[in-house]
């Protein structure tokens, strides 16, 4: 079965750090782009962070830039971010999703097929 | 960023009505456009990818339509199960942007 599991949520103080994992199975983690995606509590959907098939390439929301770091092994088929200095704002759940490439019309587009059941951070003092 | 403005907000429907949500940019942004199914507490779901595109497993009655800045997801025939928060994502640029999400609710 194709699947992400995240782990590694749970409750901190403003200031603090967590560290979130993403296992894959089912499909070749290599391969494939990987986004973390966060929703705060009866808030919409909120894109965090992105990062290429090779790491190479990242990209971060503007409001975790500087605090957050996306980083993947594919040996162990796992995607993760550090999070430091974490927020009363940062409260959320967050899920890993994987991207699908899509080339329509000689564009490059992608969507997210893909996605775990999220792991809950509370940020709180 | 790009700012993707959805609307309604929620909407009160019935089983087998014909519902549409529309999702507009900030600026255009081709095809680039996605469409996504959250039930509570549940991830939210790929329906529409490239704005018109139905992802493998997708019923029929969903369609997306659109491109540049004004993107349209219907639901032809409204089921019991589709009672959900709808978003669009764009993926044109990073930081990628969601709609503020509509809510889809039983009349």
């Known amino acids: 079965e194709v699947q992400v599991v995240e782990s590694g949520g749970g409750f901190v103080q403003p200031g603090g750090s967590l560290r979130l994992s993403c296992a894959a199975s089912g499909f070749a983690f290599s391969g494939y782009e990987l986004n973390w995606v966060r929703q705060a509590p009866g808030k919409g959907l909120e894109w965090v962070s992105y990062i290429s098939t090779s790491g190479g390439t990242i990209f971060y929301a503007d409001s975790v830039k500087g605090r957050f770091t996306i980083s993947r092994d594919d040996a162990k088929n796992s995607l993760y971010l550090q999070m430091n200095s974490l927020r009363a704002e940062d409260t959320a759940v967050y899920y890993c999703?994987?991207?699908?490439?899509?080339?329509?019309?000689?564009?490059?587009?992608?969507?997210?097929?893909?996605w775990g059941q999220g792991t809950m951070v509370t940020v709180s003092s | 960023a790009i700012q993707m403005t959805q609307s309604p907000s929620s909407l009160s429907a019935s089983v087998g009505d014909r519902v549409t949500i529309t999702c507009r940019a900030s600026?255009?942004?081709?095809?680039?456009l996605g469409w996504y199914q959250q039930k509570p507490g549940k991830a939210p779901k790929l329906l529409i990818y490239a704005a018109s595109s139905v992802q493998s497993g997708v019923p029929s009655r969903f369609s997306g339509s659109g491109s540049g800045t004004d993107f349209t997801l219907t639901i032809s025939s409204l089921q019991p199960e589709d009672f959900a928060t709808y978003y669009c994502?764009?993926?044109?640029?990073?930081?990628?942007?969601f709609g503020q999400g509509t809510k889809v609710e039983i009349k």
């Open positions: 994502l764009q993926d044109y640029n990073y930081p990628r942007t």
């Open positions: 600026q255009g942004i081709g095809k680039d």
């Open positions: 999703a994987r991207a699908i490439v899509v080339v329509v019309a000689g564009t490059r587009g992608d969507g997210y097929d893909i």
